[in-house]
Protein backbone atom coordinates (compact mmCIF):
# COMPACT_ATOMS: atom_id res chain seq x y z
CA UNK A 1 0.00 0.00 0.00
CA UNK A 2 1.79 3.23 -0.95
CA UNK A 3 1.03 6.70 0.41
CA UNK A 4 -1.54 9.52 -1.62
CA UNK A 5 -0.76 12.74 -0.87
CA UNK A 6 -3.09 15.38 -1.25
CA UNK A 7 -2.60 19.60 -0.74
CA UNK A 8 -5.10 22.18 -0.08
CA UNK A 9 -6.31 25.21 -2.24
CA UNK A 10 -7.30 27.78 0.05
CA UNK A 11 -10.31 29.24 -0.98
CA UNK A 12 -11.23 31.54 1.91
CA UNK A 13 -7.44 33.61 1.61
CA UNK A 14 -3.71 32.30 2.38
CA UNK A 15 -1.32 34.37 3.52
CA UNK A 16 2.17 34.45 6.16
CA UNK A 17 -0.66 33.99 9.18
CA UNK A 18 -3.23 31.44 10.45
CA UNK A 19 -5.52 33.54 7.79
CA UNK A 20 -8.72 31.23 8.84
CA UNK A 21 -9.04 33.04 12.27
CA UNK A 22 -10.72 35.92 10.45
CA UNK A 23 -13.71 33.61 10.33
CA UNK A 24 -14.45 33.25 13.75
CA UNK A 25 -13.93 36.77 14.98
CA UNK A 26 -16.09 38.42 17.51
CA UNK A 27 -16.81 41.21 14.67
CA UNK A 28 -16.44 39.51 11.26
CA UNK A 29 -14.22 41.47 9.18
CA UNK A 30 -15.49 43.09 5.79
CA UNK A 31 -14.82 40.70 3.31
CA UNK A 32 -14.67 43.31 0.44
CA UNK A 33 -12.31 44.65 1.92
CA UNK A 34 -8.29 43.55 2.01
CA UNK A 35 -6.76 42.33 4.85
CA UNK A 36 -3.20 43.44 5.99
CA UNK A 37 -0.96 39.80 5.08
CA UNK A 38 -4.23 38.35 3.31
CA UNK A 39 -3.40 36.57 -0.47
CA UNK A 40 -6.71 37.11 -1.80
CA UNK A 41 -8.32 33.91 -3.45
CA UNK A 42 -8.21 35.00 -6.49
CA UNK A 43 -7.92 32.44 -10.22
CA UNK A 44 -4.65 33.49 -10.47
CA UNK A 45 -3.00 32.63 -6.91
CA UNK A 46 -4.88 29.42 -7.05
CA UNK A 47 -3.62 28.64 -10.52
CA UNK A 48 -0.39 28.98 -9.20
CA UNK A 49 -0.89 26.79 -5.90
CA UNK A 50 -2.66 24.44 -7.99
CA UNK A 51 0.17 24.06 -10.64
CA UNK A 52 2.87 24.16 -7.92
CA UNK A 53 0.91 21.00 -6.59
CA UNK A 54 0.86 19.13 -9.76
CA UNK A 55 4.74 19.70 -10.57
CA UNK A 56 5.41 18.81 -7.01
CA UNK A 57 3.69 15.13 -7.31
CA UNK A 58 0.49 15.56 -5.04
CA UNK A 59 -2.17 13.93 -6.53
CA UNK A 60 -5.03 15.84 -5.54
CA UNK A 61 -6.24 19.94 -4.05
CA UNK A 62 -8.71 19.44 -1.15
CA UNK A 63 -10.93 22.54 -1.93
CA UNK A 64 -13.14 23.67 1.17
CA UNK A 65 -16.96 24.27 1.46
CA UNK A 66 -18.74 27.28 3.38
CA UNK A 67 -19.95 30.54 3.43
CA UNK A 68 -16.91 32.10 4.43
CA UNK A 69 -14.61 30.94 0.99
CA UNK A 70 -15.27 30.34 -3.07
CA UNK A 71 -17.68 27.62 -4.38
CA UNK A 72 -15.40 24.50 -4.88
CA UNK A 73 -17.47 23.22 -7.74
CA UNK A 74 -17.14 26.39 -9.62
CA UNK A 75 -13.31 27.42 -8.27
CA UNK A 76 -11.84 23.82 -9.01
CA UNK A 77 -13.48 23.45 -12.83
CA UNK A 78 -12.35 26.60 -13.45
CA UNK A 79 -8.75 25.39 -12.13
CA UNK A 80 -8.81 22.11 -14.11
CA UNK A 81 -7.84 24.33 -17.35
CA UNK A 82 -5.05 25.12 -15.95
CA UNK A 83 -3.74 22.04 -14.97
CA UNK A 84 -3.43 18.17 -16.81
CA UNK A 85 -3.59 15.92 -14.22
CA UNK A 86 -4.52 17.19 -11.06
CA UNK A 87 -7.40 16.05 -9.44
CA UNK A 88 -9.96 17.85 -7.29
CA UNK A 89 -11.03 16.93 -3.80
CA UNK A 90 -14.46 19.18 -3.86
CA UNK A 91 -15.93 19.60 -0.20
CA UNK A 92 -19.90 20.04 -0.60
CA UNK A 93 -23.12 19.59 1.71
CA UNK A 94 -25.39 17.49 1.36
CA UNK A 95 -28.20 19.12 2.85
CA UNK A 96 -28.17 22.14 -0.06
CA UNK A 97 -28.52 20.31 -2.70
CA UNK A 98 -30.26 17.29 -4.56
CA UNK A 99 -29.20 13.84 -4.78
CA UNK A 100 -30.01 13.94 -8.22
CA UNK A 101 -28.42 17.21 -8.83
CA UNK A 102 -25.02 16.32 -7.09
CA UNK A 103 -24.86 12.58 -9.13
CA UNK A 104 -25.33 15.25 -12.71
CA UNK A 105 -23.15 17.39 -11.44
CA UNK A 106 -20.32 14.98 -10.51
CA UNK A 107 -20.90 13.24 -13.67
CA UNK A 108 -20.54 16.31 -15.92
CA UNK A 109 -17.81 17.29 -13.67
CA UNK A 110 -15.93 13.53 -14.75
CA UNK A 111 -16.80 14.22 -18.20
CA UNK A 112 -15.32 17.76 -18.58
CA UNK A 113 -12.02 17.04 -16.75
CA UNK A 114 -11.43 13.47 -17.96
CA UNK A 115 -11.90 11.72 -14.46
CA UNK A 116 -10.16 14.18 -12.05
CA UNK A 117 -13.27 14.24 -9.76
CA UNK A 118 -13.37 13.52 -6.00
CA UNK A 119 -15.84 14.26 -3.64
CA UNK A 120 -15.43 14.91 0.08
CA UNK A 121 -18.62 14.73 1.81
CA UNK A 122 -19.47 17.26 4.33
CA UNK A 123 -22.21 16.78 6.92
CA UNK A 124 -21.78 20.03 8.81
CA UNK A 125 -21.44 20.35 12.65
CA UNK A 126 -21.80 23.86 12.74
CA UNK A 127 -25.53 25.10 13.31
CA UNK A 128 -24.91 28.04 12.78
CA UNK A 129 -23.07 27.67 9.53
CA UNK A 130 -25.98 25.11 8.69
CA UNK A 131 -28.69 28.03 8.87
CA UNK A 132 -26.92 30.15 6.53
CA UNK A 133 -27.89 27.72 3.85
CA UNK A 134 -31.19 27.09 5.34
CA UNK A 135 -30.59 24.12 7.13
CA UNK A 136 -32.34 23.80 10.03
CA UNK A 137 -31.91 20.19 10.81
CA UNK A 138 -30.01 19.23 14.06
CA UNK A 139 -27.10 17.02 14.24
CA UNK A 140 -28.59 13.78 14.26
CA UNK A 141 -31.07 14.16 11.74
CA UNK A 142 -28.03 15.83 9.36
CA UNK A 143 -26.47 12.38 9.46
CA UNK A 144 -29.55 10.25 8.35
CA UNK A 145 -30.21 12.52 5.72
CA UNK A 146 -26.62 12.28 4.67
CA UNK A 147 -26.84 8.14 4.88
CA UNK A 148 -30.13 9.10 2.18
CA UNK A 149 -28.58 11.47 -0.11
CA UNK A 150 -25.53 8.93 -0.68
CA UNK A 151 -28.01 6.05 -1.34
CA UNK A 152 -29.03 8.16 -4.32
CA UNK A 153 -25.99 9.46 -5.41
CA UNK A 154 -24.90 5.93 -6.03
CA UNK A 155 -28.06 5.07 -7.49
CA UNK A 156 -28.45 7.58 -9.90
CA UNK A 157 -24.88 6.73 -10.77
CA UNK A 158 -26.00 2.70 -12.02
CA UNK A 159 -27.52 3.93 -15.36
CA UNK A 160 -30.58 2.80 -14.75
CA UNK A 161 -33.75 4.74 -13.12
CA UNK A 162 -33.51 4.78 -9.57
CA UNK A 163 -36.39 5.26 -7.12
CA UNK A 164 -36.00 6.17 -3.36
CA UNK A 165 -38.82 6.41 -1.15
CA UNK A 166 -36.56 8.08 2.36
CA UNK A 167 -37.75 9.95 4.98
CA UNK A 168 -35.48 13.37 3.31
CA UNK A 169 -35.73 12.32 0.38
CA UNK A 170 -38.28 10.80 -2.83
CA UNK A 171 -36.98 10.38 -6.13
CA UNK A 172 -38.95 8.46 -8.73
CA UNK A 173 -36.84 7.58 -11.87
CA UNK A 174 -33.62 9.27 -10.95
CA UNK A 175 -30.51 8.82 -13.55
CA UNK A 176 -27.67 10.84 -14.90
CA UNK A 177 -27.21 10.93 -18.96
CA UNK A 178 -24.09 8.93 -18.63
CA UNK A 179 -22.76 7.55 -15.78
CA UNK A 180 -19.68 9.20 -14.28
CA UNK A 181 -16.46 7.59 -15.43
CA UNK A 182 -14.94 6.24 -13.53
CA UNK A 183 -17.16 6.60 -10.52
CA UNK A 184 -15.99 9.61 -8.43
CA UNK A 185 -14.20 8.13 -4.71
CA UNK A 186 -15.91 9.34 -1.81
CA UNK A 187 -14.47 10.76 1.59
CA UNK A 188 -16.36 11.30 3.93
CA UNK A 189 -15.11 12.41 7.66
CA UNK A 190 -16.96 12.32 11.39
CA UNK A 191 -16.34 11.51 14.99
CA UNK A 192 -20.00 10.75 16.53
CA UNK A 193 -21.53 7.59 16.61
CA UNK A 194 -23.94 8.97 14.44
CA UNK A 195 -21.38 9.50 11.82
CA UNK A 196 -19.90 5.82 11.51
CA UNK A 197 -22.82 4.12 10.49
CA UNK A 198 -22.97 6.65 7.45
CA UNK A 199 -19.17 5.67 6.54
CA UNK A 200 -19.40 2.27 7.13
CA UNK A 201 -22.29 2.22 4.16
CA UNK A 202 -20.73 4.75 1.86
CA UNK A 203 -17.38 6.28 2.19
CA UNK A 204 -14.33 5.20 0.27
CA UNK A 205 -12.21 6.43 1.80
CA UNK A 206 -12.76 7.61 5.90
CA UNK A 207 -10.97 10.74 6.57
CA UNK A 208 -9.63 11.78 9.98
CA UNK A 209 -8.37 15.05 11.73
CA UNK A 210 -4.93 14.76 12.87
CA UNK A 211 -5.32 13.30 15.76
CA UNK A 212 -2.31 11.63 18.07
CA UNK A 213 -1.51 7.72 16.41
CA UNK A 214 -3.49 6.32 19.22
CA UNK A 215 -6.58 8.40 18.62
CA UNK A 216 -6.39 7.79 14.89
CA UNK A 217 -5.85 3.87 15.54
CA UNK A 218 -8.92 3.60 17.33
CA UNK A 219 -11.17 5.47 15.08
CA UNK A 220 -9.81 2.88 12.14
CA UNK A 221 -10.52 0.10 14.32
CA UNK A 222 -14.20 1.29 14.99
CA UNK A 223 -14.36 2.31 11.10
CA UNK A 224 -13.21 -0.80 9.94
CA UNK A 225 -15.77 -2.68 11.97
CA UNK A 226 -18.61 -0.82 11.18
CA UNK A 227 -17.53 -1.65 7.67
CA UNK A 228 -17.27 -5.00 8.27
CA UNK A 229 -20.23 -5.15 9.13
CA UNK A 230 -22.07 -3.67 6.19
CA UNK A 231 -19.73 -6.50 3.91
CA UNK A 232 -17.09 -3.48 2.71
CA UNK A 233 -14.33 -2.59 2.90
CA UNK A 234 -13.14 1.46 3.87
CA UNK A 235 -9.64 2.92 3.32
CA UNK A 236 -8.89 5.43 5.14
CA UNK A 237 -7.03 9.15 5.10
CA UNK A 238 -6.08 11.89 7.60
CA UNK A 239 -5.95 15.74 7.56
CA UNK A 240 -2.71 17.63 8.29
CA UNK A 241 -1.56 21.01 8.21
CA UNK A 242 2.71 20.37 7.73
CA UNK A 243 5.77 22.72 8.41
CA UNK A 244 8.86 21.19 7.32
CA UNK A 245 12.17 22.41 7.10
CA UNK A 246 15.85 21.33 6.54
CA UNK A 247 16.36 21.26 10.33
CA UNK A 248 13.95 20.61 12.63
CA UNK A 249 14.61 23.79 14.73
CA UNK A 250 13.98 26.11 11.76
CA UNK A 251 10.21 24.31 11.63
CA UNK A 252 9.88 24.94 15.17
CA UNK A 253 10.71 28.55 14.34
CA UNK A 254 8.39 29.21 12.35
CA UNK A 255 5.55 27.33 14.43
CA UNK A 256 6.22 29.31 17.18
CA UNK A 257 5.98 32.70 14.84
CA UNK A 258 2.24 31.55 13.76
CA UNK A 259 1.50 31.49 17.36
CA UNK A 260 3.01 35.25 18.80
CA UNK A 261 1.21 36.18 15.60
CA UNK A 262 -1.91 35.45 17.42
CA UNK A 263 -3.51 38.04 20.12
CA UNK A 264 -5.43 36.92 22.88
CA UNK A 265 -8.79 38.41 21.91
CA UNK A 266 -8.72 36.49 18.61
CA UNK A 267 -7.75 32.88 20.46
CA UNK A 268 -11.12 33.86 22.88
CA UNK A 269 -13.19 34.64 19.89
CA UNK A 270 -12.30 31.52 17.89
CA UNK A 271 -12.69 29.16 21.14
CA UNK A 272 -15.55 30.39 21.68
CA UNK A 273 -17.09 30.42 18.67
CA UNK A 274 -15.89 26.73 17.63
CA UNK A 275 -16.91 25.88 21.52
CA UNK A 276 -20.47 25.59 20.42
CA UNK A 277 -20.03 23.26 17.00
CA UNK A 278 -22.35 20.40 17.25
CA UNK A 279 -19.20 18.43 15.37
CA UNK A 280 -17.66 15.56 18.02
CA UNK A 281 -14.35 15.91 15.94
CA UNK A 282 -14.28 19.59 16.69
CA UNK A 283 -14.79 18.79 20.61
CA UNK A 284 -11.84 16.41 20.14
CA UNK A 285 -9.49 18.84 18.19
CA UNK A 286 -10.66 21.45 21.16
CA UNK A 287 -9.77 18.95 23.62
CA UNK A 288 -6.02 18.80 22.45
CA UNK A 289 -4.94 22.13 23.20
CA UNK A 290 -7.38 23.28 25.96
CA UNK A 291 -7.66 26.87 24.46
CA UNK A 292 -3.60 27.12 25.92
CA UNK A 293 -1.24 28.82 24.16
CA UNK A 294 1.69 27.35 26.28
CA UNK A 295 4.32 25.87 24.11
CA UNK A 296 4.92 22.95 25.59
CA UNK A 297 1.28 21.44 25.69
CA UNK A 298 1.05 22.40 22.23
CA UNK A 299 3.16 19.34 21.23
CA UNK A 300 0.52 16.77 22.31
CA UNK A 301 2.23 14.39 20.19
CA UNK A 302 5.82 13.86 18.71
CA UNK A 303 5.85 16.53 16.14
CA UNK A 304 2.35 16.60 16.14
CA UNK A 305 1.43 20.22 17.05
CA UNK A 306 -2.32 21.41 17.91
CA UNK A 307 -1.34 25.58 17.38
CA UNK A 308 -3.48 26.26 14.25
CA UNK A 309 -6.65 24.83 16.54
CA UNK A 310 -6.25 27.92 18.31
CA UNK A 311 -8.16 29.78 15.30
CA UNK A 312 -9.12 27.17 13.10
CA UNK A 313 -12.14 25.53 12.71
CA UNK A 314 -11.51 21.44 11.59
CA UNK A 315 -8.10 20.13 10.88
CA UNK A 316 -6.12 21.92 13.77
CA UNK A 317 -2.89 20.20 13.87
CA UNK A 318 0.26 20.57 11.93
CA UNK A 319 3.36 18.01 11.26
CA UNK A 320 6.37 19.93 12.41
CA UNK A 321 9.77 18.85 12.31
CA UNK A 322 12.66 18.46 9.74
CA UNK A 323 11.71 16.88 6.07
CA UNK A 324 12.84 13.33 8.00
CA UNK A 325 10.71 13.99 11.31
CA UNK A 326 8.23 15.11 8.91
CA UNK A 327 8.22 11.64 6.66
CA UNK A 328 8.72 10.02 9.96
CA UNK A 329 5.43 10.83 11.42
CA UNK A 330 3.76 10.05 8.19
CA UNK A 331 4.89 6.65 7.83
CA UNK A 332 3.62 5.91 11.90
CA UNK A 333 0.38 6.80 10.25
CA UNK A 334 1.06 4.44 6.97
CA UNK A 335 2.25 1.65 9.73
CA UNK A 336 -1.65 1.98 11.26
CA UNK A 337 -3.44 2.11 7.87
CA UNK A 338 -3.83 5.20 6.91
CA UNK A 339 -3.23 5.84 2.66
CA UNK A 340 -4.61 9.56 1.82
CA UNK A 341 -2.88 12.33 3.20
CA UNK A 342 -4.29 15.53 2.75
CA UNK A 343 -2.21 18.14 3.95
CA UNK A 344 -1.65 22.03 3.91
CA UNK A 345 0.30 25.04 4.80
CA UNK A 346 0.74 28.69 5.80
CA UNK A 347 1.58 29.97 2.65
CA UNK A 348 -0.45 27.54 1.15
CA UNK A 349 2.57 27.75 -2.21
CA UNK A 350 5.37 27.98 -0.42
CA UNK A 351 4.99 25.26 2.14
CA UNK A 352 3.88 23.19 -0.37
CA UNK A 353 7.61 23.43 -2.18
CA UNK A 354 8.56 22.97 1.20
CA UNK A 355 7.32 19.43 1.65
CA UNK A 356 7.43 18.39 -1.96
CA UNK A 357 10.65 19.36 -2.31
CA UNK A 358 11.53 18.13 1.10
CA UNK A 359 9.43 15.15 2.39
CA UNK A 360 8.08 13.63 -0.93
CA UNK A 361 12.02 12.50 -1.34
CA UNK A 362 11.99 11.25 1.62
CA UNK A 363 9.38 9.31 1.19
CA UNK A 364 9.84 7.97 -1.98
CA UNK A 365 13.55 6.80 -1.02
CA UNK A 366 11.60 4.72 2.14
CA UNK A 367 9.20 2.88 -0.89
CA UNK A 368 6.16 4.32 -0.17
CA UNK A 369 6.36 6.61 -3.21
CA UNK A 370 6.11 5.37 -6.92
CA UNK A 371 8.70 7.99 -7.85
CA UNK A 372 9.43 11.58 -7.51
CA UNK A 373 8.48 13.98 -10.09
CA UNK A 374 11.04 15.74 -12.62
CA UNK A 375 11.08 19.40 -11.85
CA UNK A 376 9.77 21.55 -14.49
CA UNK A 377 10.06 25.31 -15.00
CA UNK A 378 9.51 27.69 -11.91
CA UNK A 379 6.43 28.91 -11.00
CA UNK A 380 6.55 33.13 -9.30
CA UNK A 381 5.33 33.40 -5.82
CA UNK A 382 2.63 35.75 -5.57
CA UNK A 383 3.18 38.90 -3.90
CA UNK A 384 1.44 39.45 -0.22
CA UNK A 385 -2.56 41.22 -0.18
Known amino acids: MTVHLHWFLPTGGDGRTLVDRHAYAANPIDRTKPVSGVRAPDIEYLAQIAKAAEQLGFEAVLTPTGTWCEDAWLTTVALAQHTERLKFLVAFRPGVISPTLAAQMAATYQRITRGRLLLNVVTGGDSTEQRRFGDRLGHEQRYARTDEFLSVVRGVWSGQPYDFDGAHYQVEGGLTALPPDPLPEIF ?176 AARGLLPGVPASGAPILVASGR
Open 188 to 363: FGGSSAAAGPVAARHADVYLTWGEPPAQVKEKIDWIRSLAELEGRTVRFGIRLHTISRDASAEAWTTARRLLDDLDPESIAAAQAALGRSESVGQQRMLALHGGSRDRDRLEVSPNLWAGVGLVRGGAGTALVGSHAEVADRIEEYHALGIEHFVLSGYPHLEEAYWFGEGVIPEL
